[in-house]
């Protein structure tokens, strides 16, 4: 049921407005923003066409979250100059409220609007600021501007083409979460107050049609070589290595956007490779290779290591790690819930302090397998590690965004055991010039000696063998799990 309605300025279709929140509307047969006013229907020019984005909800869907009627009303379409994103304006409780609903770096974000809020000035905004909105402490975590490119659907704003906005995204304990949104800096600011939730509590009831034909393939087209590479965490990558020819692509554009050697070696964890860690199964959906510039300016020492990206539906993303004494197990942890007042020296979570180690870069120099932000080769960020025993705390910032992460040991043996591999693989080899040994991480320390481990073993042997497969040209076959099989 409509609240408002009229027909298209530009085209004469029908155009409504199924809630009273929203103001725009994108005309779906010629593309026009349609604004209503007390004047009528009125046309703020033609907008540019959506681009295929990898989506888990689209616009018509209805359904729950946490038990929440909701419908899916219009979405946005950002940029921040290395291809687009979606944010979904959302109506609730059949029309009686309004938000956003997001999902960025493995999580879901829903926020509302809430008036009445003092923040500060753009320009005073920095990571981990600590931000009070009402009764809540909230932390920034993220600076960042961003262009809307496009859009669809119902709007509860009108949106110029280009429109930049500027914006801080925070975090609270617990799992708050707030965006203050500046838009162009010409209006007054505005604050959505939300939280992050998993996956599970949204449940789309009913699909709406799809306005851009989605081929829900399993697998992604590789824009270089035209290989088949299977996509293992549905609709959530951005960005994929190229398994067959280590092209970089982008997934909604359907382009390389960068060159890198095919692999020639199996990683140590081979992509499609399953293991079940604490009862749940991940899937290895990637793997990257950072390194970093050791010692002084005459006595330059590259240095580089192994990382893994875990993939589980209902818990979202891992890492694993191969440093040069020990594999870490990584997960991460909310900026809020961390005490940053002594951090030039030490940092405090969980009634644990952390003492700081060193500060050092980390540069993305290859990657393969899916991954859910806009990888670049050559990435750089800032890190600083904190140490509590073996456990580590890290804080990687770059470009006006910060993120924690908590590191702990898990043996080499428990990782072989959960993904099938022989024990005397290179990947349970360290570098022997390490003065601690990796002895000390099979004695089982932090919570993989508390923790009752449940390994169970995935039939795997489809993981193995797709980069001997001599024909780069998509020889690759699709297994029906979603694991790469490669051989014939
Ligand atoms: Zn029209
Ligand atoms: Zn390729």
Redesign the pocket.
């Known amino acids: 049921m409509a609240v408002a309605q009229g027909t298209c300025p530009s085209c004469g279709a029908s155009i409504e407005f199924g809630v009273g929140s929203s103001i725009a509307k994108v005309c779906e047969y010629c593309r026009s923003t349609v604004v209503r006013s007390d004047r009528g229907l009125e046309n703020l020019g033609r907008c540019a066409e959506l681009v295929n984005t990898p989506s888990l909800i689209e616009v018509g869907d209805t359904g729950t979250l946490g038990g929440r009627p909701f419908r899916v009303m219009g979405r946005v379409q950002l940029n921040h100059g290395r291809g687009p994103w979606d944010e979904y304006y959302v109506s609730f409780d059949y029309g009686r409220s309004w938000g956003w609903l997001a999902y960025a770096q493995g999580q879901w974000y829903a926020t509302s609007q809430v008036s009445g809020l003092a923040v500060p000035g753009y320009q005073e905004l920095r990571p981990e600021l600590d931000v009070p909105l009402g009764q809540q402490w909230f932390r920034v975590a993220e600076v960042k501007s961003g262009t809307i490119v496009s859009a669809e659907g119902e709007l509860p704003e009108a949106f110029p083409a280009g429109f930049t906005r500027y914006y801080a995204d925070c975090y609270a304990a617990g799992g708050g979460f707030a965006t203050l949104d500046y838009g162009d800096g010409t209006k007054p600011y505005t604050v959505f107050i939300g939280y992050v939730f998993s996956e599970s509590q949204l449940k789309v009831e009913q699909q709406g049609p799809r306005s851009i034909h989605k081929v829900k393939a399993a697998s992604i087209k ?1 824009a ?4 088949d ?1 299977p996509k293992l965490s549905g609709e959530r990558a951005t960005r994929v290595g ?1 398994p ?4 970089v ?1 982008d997934i909604a554009l359907q382009q390389v956007v960068a060159q890198q050697e095919r692999l020639m070696q199996q990683p140590l964890i081979p992509i499609g490779a399953r293991g079940v860690f604490d009862g749940v199964e991940y899937i290895t959906i990637a793997s990257i290779r950072r390194g970093a510039m050791f010692g002084d300016d005459d006595d330059l020492e590259h240095f580089s290591w192994e990382e893994f990206l875990l993939w589980s539906e209902g818990i979202g993303y891992r890492w694993l790690v191969k440093d040069e004494t020990s594999w870490m197990w990584v997960m991460p942890v909310n900026v809020a819930e961390l005490d940053l007042s002594q951090a030039h020296a030490a940092v405090s979570w969980g009634g644990r302090s952390f003492a700081k180690r060193n500060a050092q870069d980390a540069t993305v120099e290859y990657v393969l397998g899916e991954v859910y932000w806009k990888v670049e080769l050559g990435d750089k960020v800032d890190v600083a590690d904190y140490v509590n025993g073996t456990d580590v705390l890290s804080r990687e910032s770059s470009d006006g965004e910060v993120i924690w992460s908590y590191s702990t040991q898990v043996p080499w043996p428990v990782l072989a055991q959960a993904f099938n591999l022989p024990l005397d693989s290179p990947a349970g080899k360290f570098d022997a010039s390490s003065s601690s040994s990796s002895s000390d991480s099979s004695s089982g320390g932090g919570v993989w000696g508390t923790i009752a481990l449940v390994v169970v073993l995935i039939a795997c042997g489809a993981c193995v063998g797709f980069l001997q497969d001599s024909d ?1 040209g998509g020889g690759g076959v699709v297994g029906g799990s979603g694991v790469f099989t490669g051989g014939k």
């Open positions: 590789c270089n070589c035209g290989g590479v190229c067959y020819c280590g092209a692509n780069g």
